[in-house]
């Protein structure tokens, strides 16, 4: 029986739920590529916030050879898709974030709430049409 995976910790959620191809004149759907929340991390840690590998993955609470099979899993889905010409879909995965994180369904905001605040309303709209992240993705 393999051992249960370690739950990796992200920090916010992506900004986005995917990307699609522009100017695609393939004519057949060529799918998507499932882009797991710790994969995108592990991505915006090294290559946007420029950080190695070693403070990347203790940020993230796992090893390093863990975050870098992790880096190497991104690299290449990202790849994949743009050589294919195949979307890319954010996935929840394997992951926690270390705050509660939501979605306004009007404006497709995404926030925190802070635990003194009882009502939950959309910081930007004022909208009470939200939901949790994880739940929706």
């Known amino acids: 029986m393999p ?3 370690k739950l990796r910790k992200i920090v916010a959620p992506p900004g986005f739920r995917g ?3 522009y100017g695609f ?3 057949r759907n060529n799918g998507h590529v499932d882009l797991l929340y710790e994969e995108y991390e592990a991505i915006k840690l090294v ?3 420029l950080m190695n590998h070693l403070e990347a ?3 993230m609470g796992i090893s390093r050879p863990t975050f870098a099979r992790i880096y190497e899993s991104a690299r290449r889905k990202i790849a994949q898709a743009l050589a294919e010409s195949r979307e890319i879909r ?3 995965g394997n992951a926690y974030m270390d705050k509660t994180w939501y979605i306004c369904n009007d404006c ?3 926030f925190t709430i802070p635990d003194s605040i009882n ?3 959309c910081a930007i709209c004022k909208s009470e049409n939200i939901s949790s992240v994880t739940s929706n993705n």
Request: glycine share 8%; proline share 4%.
């Open 3 to 5: 051992r249960r995976r």
């Open 19 to 21: 990307y699609k191809p």
């Open 25 to 27: 004149r393939g004519g």
């Open 47 to 49: 290559d946007y916030d």
């Open 57 to 59: 993955s203790s940020l």
């Open 90 to 92: 954010t996935v929840y």
């Open 108 to 110: 497709n905001a995404r």
């Open 119 to 121: 009502h939950y309303t």
